[in-house]
Nanobody
Framework: QVQVVESGGGLVQAGGSLRLSCAASGSIFYINDMDWYRQAPGKERELVAT???????HYAESVEGRFTISRDNAKNTVYLQMNSLKPEDTAVYFC???????????????WGQGTQVTVSS
């Protein structure tokens, strides 16, 4: 059974930094893309950043230059370093990993439970 668990959220003042982590565990054959999404109250979930198995990254325009996504394939973990945080970054942040579990013939999206990030002004 595959699980994805986020950690690292919290309360920070504007201009501060936080680092989110997301680790996958279980019987995993292969992990492709790893993504971070966020959802603010009353808004739709949006893609924040993505990193491919080869390390290619893409960012939402709103976080470009402030956030950095990275991955450690040996640990099945993806990180999101968030700097120069703004109140509008306040949201629940979700990790999604495209995982092919052992014994499966294709990938599936596995989601974490989310972690709250609150940026005070």
């Amino acid at each position: 059974q595959v699980q994805v668990v986020e950690s690292g959220g919290g309360l920070v003042q504007a201009g501060g930094s936080l680092r989110l982590s997301c680790a996958a565990s279980g019987s995993i054959f292969y992990i492709n893309d790893m993504d971070w999404y966020r959802q603010a109250p009353g808004k739709e979930r949006e893609l924040v950043a993505t990193i491919s198995s080869g390390g290619i990254t893409h960012y939402a325009e709103s976080v470009e230059g402030r956030f950095t996504i990275s991955r450690d394939n040996a640990k099945n973990t993806v990180y999101l370093q968030m700097n120069s945080l703004k109140p509008e970054d306040t949201a629940v942040y979700f990790c999604s990993q495209s995982i092919r579990p052992e014994g499966w013939i294709s990938e599936s999206q596995f989601w974490g439970q989310g972690t709250q990030v609150t940026v005070s002004s």
